[in-house]
């Protein structure tokens, strides 16, 4: 279920090296019927059990499909694409279902809603040609300007059976007269070649100009559609911005923004607060994570999607807004907060979590343009407090800026390379080194799971590769791809284009392979540091694997000197 912080900040316009983890989404095709396989062959028992798990993928897929619930069906096909990596078939569904889920989106978000209405053919026109301009010069591997442009008649084909898409653009054509438009339209793409992307913005041209006689729909919209279509189908986490989703990323990007500090998610048709940043105006008032926001200002929330509330939330700093709540118990309640500034820490947890061992921890949630400052600040405390050995946790750390965590490391390693990162350009094709000045020699212990990911495999990659450190958990996410932030001049908008691959010190790609723990350790809990009257080794087995592994190699040190 995707989960939504409101922010309020919007940086520069230049573009800016992401190594981030984006949410995907789903789609709603046929199942393909498996071919019935000979009796007298004999299969053997893993590949049944793959057959098996393949044919459970497709079907739970189909069911999110059917239900049109498009968050957890594209979260279901991401997860699979770690156990089947190889299935086009399941790229194909993960790509059409991206078009239904950012299409929602995009028409729940005002900031597009208000784009629309303020760009003109001409203009958007000109910004789909921009976003191919970008997509020749930056992005990755040399673009396929045919698919792109099958790809946006691939999104206006979904957009026309949406029914938020024909009642934002007042659509009257019956559904016969859309699907001879769609027969038509797909005619004629057959024999159309598009070999630039001259001819890509021309495509575009032309379908809007025949929706607009044959269906009365605005060019505006096709063409955005589009240009969306050509986005999101690069990969995974390329996509075209809205005006709010690149503030958004900039609010990531920033560590502050102007808010309430809360982070929500839509769940049983009610939104709830999934948690609290500390020191934000929520978390100085009654708010607590799993109370339930009922109504934003009077408004009724039950049929209300995350990015509609972050918009009511927004606003200017110093004004205030008035939520009713639910809590865990049923209970409602009114509160009254006021919007002000919220810093994002980048490091949650800072603690002893064995004193008599010199055992300290940090929690570390994502690469940001203060993590350099905030771990140097942490570091330096626990060393007043005794720290003898480092475990940092990295699990469920989506990423962030690529500068981010190559200084994060070049803290803990002397001299080497921390990453490589390969692109189509020459420009993008850079090794990141470590310095030996102001390195932690301290013994580390690095935790990771599967949610690890991007920024946060870079680092951890680092320090398994130079065996500067153990590291623990459960192989890492495997998103080895680097993002750029490009604004766009024809609009508040803007894209997120892969414009690298990086890679470990040890020459091997994080893609689709992640980083294995040297220690690994499966866990069915999750962490659950907040509750002070149960002690890690209770509550966490990951982290009670890494400090025995810090008591056993002690011990075996003891054992060495006695037997000298």
Not at 3 to 17: G, M, V
Not at 87 to 99: F, H, K, N, P, V
Not at 172 to 192: L, Y
């Amino acid at each position: 279920m995707r989960s939504h912080r409101n922010c309020l900040r919007l940086s520069n316009s230049k573009p800016i090296a992401l190594a981030v983890l984006a949410a995907v989404v789903a789609t709603l095709l046929v199942v393909t019927p498996v071919a019935r396989i000979p009796a007298q062959i004999q299969i053997p028992a893993e590949s049944m059990a793959e057959q098996d798990g393949w044919e459970a993928v497709l079907q739970r897929g189909q069911e999110l499909e059917t239900q049109r619930r498009w968050g957890e069906a594209l979260a279901h096909y991401e997860g699979a694409l770690r156990d089947f990596p190889n299935q086009r078939d399941l790229w194909e569904r993960l790509t059409r279902a991206r078009s239904h889920f950012d299409l929602a989106r995009r028409y729940e978000d005002q900031s597009y809603l208000v784009s629309l209405r303020l760009v003109d053919e001409q203009r958007a026109l000109e910004l789909y040609e921009e976003i191919l301009a970008k997509i020749e010069s930056h992005y990755v591997s040399p673009p396929d300007w045919q698919q792109l442009a099958e790809r946006g008649l691939t999104s206006l084909d979904i957009a026309l059976a949406d029914e938020a898409f024909c009642r934002q653009h007042a659509l009257q054509a019956d559904d016969p007269t859309i699907r001879t438009f769609q027969e038509n339209i797909h005619r004629r793409m057959k024999v159309t070649v598009v070999q630039t992307r001259q001819q890509a913005r021309e495509v575009a041209g032309n379908v809007a100009q025949a929706a607009q006689q044959k269906l009365n729909l605005s060019p505006t919209a096709t063409i955005l559609e589009f240009a969306c279509g050509a986005t999101s189908s690069l990969d995974q986490y390329s996509s075209f911005l809205t005006s709010n989703q690149l503030k958004d990323v900039f609010c990531q990007i920033e560590g502050n923004f102007v808010g309430l500090g809360i982070e929500l998610r839509a769940q049983q048709q009610s939104l709830e607060i999934v948690s609290i940043i500390r020191g934000s105006p929520a978390d100085q008032s009654e708010l607590r994570a799993g109370d339930r926001i009922i109504q934003v200002d009077g408004i009724e929330t039950d049929e209300m999607s995350t990015d509609e509330a972050a918009d009511l939330l927004k606003g200017a700093e110093g004004s205030w807004t008035e939520l009713r709540l639910r809590d865990t118990e049923g209970v409602e309640r009114q509160v009254r907060l006021m919007r002000r500034r919220v810093e994002v820490p980048s490091i949650e947890e800072v603690k002893m979590v064995d004193p008599d061992l010199g055992i300290a921890y940090i929690k570390l949630s994502s690469f940001q343009k203060t993590t350099s400052r905030d771990l140097d600040a942490a570091l330096w405390d626990l060393h007043r407090q005794g720290m003898q050995t480092l475990v940092v946790d990295l699990r469920g750390n989506p990423g962030g800026l690529l500068n981010a965590a190559v200084e994060a490391a070049d803290k803990f390693l002397p001299s080497g390379n921390i990453v490589s990162t390969r692109g189509r350009n020459a420009h993008e094709d850079f090794d990141y080194r470590a310095h030996s000045l102001g390195t932690w020699r301290v013994p580390l212990l690095v935790l990771i799971d599967h949610n690890t990911a991007s920024a946060s495999e870079i680092f951890a990659g680092a320090i398994r590769d130079h065996r500067r450190g153990t590291v623990v958990g459960q192989r890492s996410y495997g998103k080895g791809s680097v993002q750029g932030i490009f604004t766009l001049n024809a609009g508040d908008l803007g894209v997120r284009l892969t414009t690298a691959r990086f890679y470990a010190p040890g020459g091997h790609p994080i893609s689709r392979r992640g980083v294995a723990p040297d220690l690994l350790v499966q866990s069915t809990r999750k962490p659950d540091l907040d509750q002070p009257q149960r002690s890690p080794n209770e509550s966490d087995v990951v982290l009670q694997a890494a400090i025995q592994h810090v008591r056993n190699q002690q011990h075996a040190s003891q054992h060495q000197v006695r037997a000298h």
